[in-house]
């Protein structure tokens, strides 16, 4: 914190007063370092010189804020935000809703999700792909797996990044017959499997017979090998 100000005062020393865009680089630079609250105490200042918080702005903090366990301030930031007529986009509900996941609020999370649809604003592969990891992370193997499928009927096509992310939350949830299909509909793809993929596999090949028998027959465990 001292040392942003010490660059706002040097700023206005120089007669270049901080736009919003200073402000904002300054407030990730502190949430990146797990200063959150700083941050929030910068965004005060901000608009205390009458300068607008963007959407930008309140992604900054609502990100800060759920990445370092802040989520109070991160739901009254949100509530002052909409006060102001701004609505949050699929930007800030994706956010917010890995938020709740880290902080294990499924319920919050869900309800964040479905309020999308309500609200007429359309989730992307990034919303999806927080969802369903979030899911498996609470166990819920069936809840991901047909909201992957629903992803697909949505016309949302899944990546690699999508596929992976599936993939690893089965094998945490020891459902490898689920996991090594998911891994047949990737390669057939023309995806490949992360570094993290590849290890959770070669972790289990030991005492998993379904997955080591996989890795012997596959072209995937040739790479591997």
Do not use: W
């Amino acid at each position: 914190m001292d040392e942003a100000k010490s660059l706002l005062a040097e700023m206005s020393h120089k007669a270049l007063p901080p736009d919003t865009v200073t402000y904002n680089t300054l407030m990730q630079g502190l949430c990146r370092y797990g200063r959150p609250k700083e941050a929030l105490n910068l965004f005060k200042e901000m608009c205390s010189y009458g300068l607008l918080p963007s959407l930008v702005t309140y992604s900054i903090l609502l990100d800060g804020f759920c990445k370092h366990g802040h989520l109070d301030d991160a739901l009254t930031l949100l509530k002052s935000m909409q006060e102001k007529k701004l609505e949050p986009n699929i930007v800030l509900y994706t956010i917010l809703i890995e938020g709740m996941f880290i902080a294990g609020k499924l319920v919050v999370a869900k309800e964040l999700f479905f309020k999308l649809f309500v609200d007429g604003i359309q989730p992307t592969l990034q919303t999806y792909s927080v969802m369903i990891k979030g899911l498996l992370k609470e166990g819920l193997s069936d809840e991901a797996y047909k909201l992957f499928r629903k992803m697909e009927d949505d016309g949302f096509l899944p990546d690699s990044c999508s596929y992976n992310v599936i993939i690893q939350g089965f094998l945490q949830n020891r459902d490898s017959s689920t996991a090594v299909q998911f891994i047949n509909e990737m390669v057939a793809k023309g995806f490949s499997a992360d570094l993290s993929t590849f290890q959770m596999l070669l972790d289990l090949e030991s005492h998993d017979e379904m997955i080591s028998g996989f890795l012997r027959g596959s072209s995937l465990g040739k790479k591997m090998n």
